[in-house]
């Protein structure tokens, strides 16, 4: 839905006379009340997508890999920009209107849920959740989320993401959702892992994790350190053998803007370290520093590494 604000905000400061073009534009606006806010927010920052255009046409073509037109450069950037800001944070229309709670970039919010369990989210993340008389079901729409279990031997408690569902065994656990699939950490007791593939279901026990892929292929069960795993939960990252890409994807919860990574090899690197999120732009910092990342910012809304 963000790409299509943007595409009409394009459209029609390229073409403001074209009447049939206004008439359209119109009839999309009037489709849903969220078209008429996120197309107002684009509005109050295309300026400064034009005006990082002027002053950088160099990034402007980097950035969006050296675009056929100006007209296309603008909608990329602008689309960059929009996201940078958090305008949106990072959740189109849909997600929205699904989710219960969504915690914002730097946010760390912890719940009390109405049957006694505590749950968690780090930032840049939305759940739904549904509690029935048979059962508990959180929804992972984006990002991680911690869950303390309360008791309830009638109604089993469900944390679903992705291609898969983890059900808690009176237990303590982590939910990190990406863009891969979703990986789960067991920190008391055991849950038990299925997915839309895998039979039967698997169970893993305290101090262990298992991950599956978007198509729901179950990996291997490994032992983990879970305190390092849910270290965000006190302020920190802490990685281990973690390529720059999926580490610079934790910062950039917490940190203003959009990071990009130019170099695929850079992204590629595996590293180890830890960083304190209170303050992550500094974090980010001491990232590049340690590794040798080269980092440019153009404005508070955009990194880019390389």
């Known amino acids: ?35 008429a806010e996120i197309f107002a927010r684009a509005q109050r920052v295309v300026g400064d997508a034009t005006l990082l255009i002027r002053r950088e046409p160099e990034f402007a073509e980097r950035a969006v890999r050296a675009p056929a037109n100006r007209r296309k450069t603008i909608a990329s950037l602008v689309t960059i920009l929009v ?29 009390r849920l109405n049957d006694g369990s505590t749950l968690q989210l780090n930032a840049q993340s939305a759940v739904a959740y549904e509690f029935t008389p048979s059962e508990r079901r959180i929804v992972l729409l984006r990002g991680e989320a911690f869950v303390e279990v309360a008791p309830d031997g009638n109604r089993p408690f469900v944390v679903e993401a992705g291609a898969g569902a983890t059900t808690a065994l009176g237990t303590a656990f982590d939910v990190n959702l990406t863009d891969d699939g979703a990986s789960v950490t067991v920190l008391e007791h ?36 879970p305190l390092l795993a849910v270290a965000w939960r006190d302020g920190r990252l802490v ?15 917490h940190v203003p803007g959009t990071i990009l990574i130019a170099d695929a090899t850079v992204g590629a690197r595996r590293v180890s370290g830890s960083f304190d999120l209170s303050d992550p732009v500094r974090a980010l910092q001491g990232l590049t520093e340690a590794f040798d990342v080269k980092i440019t910012r153009f404005g508070p809304y955009v990194t880019i590494l390389r």
């Open 1 to 35: 839905m963000r790409e299509q604000a943007v595409d009409w905000l394009v459209r029609l400061n390229g073409d403001p006379s074209d009447k049939e073009l206004q008439l359209a534009f119109e009839r999309w606006r009037s489709e849903d009340p969220v078209h």
């Open 239 to 253: 990685f281990e053998e973690r390529t720059i890409a999926s580490v610079v994807e934790e910062i950039g919860r």
């Open 83 to 111: 996201a940078g800001a958090g305008i949106f944070l990072a959740f189109d229309g849909a997600l929205w209107m699904r989710a219960d709670v969504i915690a914002g970039k730097g946010e760390r919010p912890v719940l």
């Open 190 to 225: 055991a849950v038990s892992v299925a997915t839309d593939t895998a039979t039967p279901p698997r169970r893993v026990e305290v101090n262990e994790q298992v991950s599956y892929n978007q198509q729901g292929r179950l990996g291997d069960i490994k032992p983990i350190d």
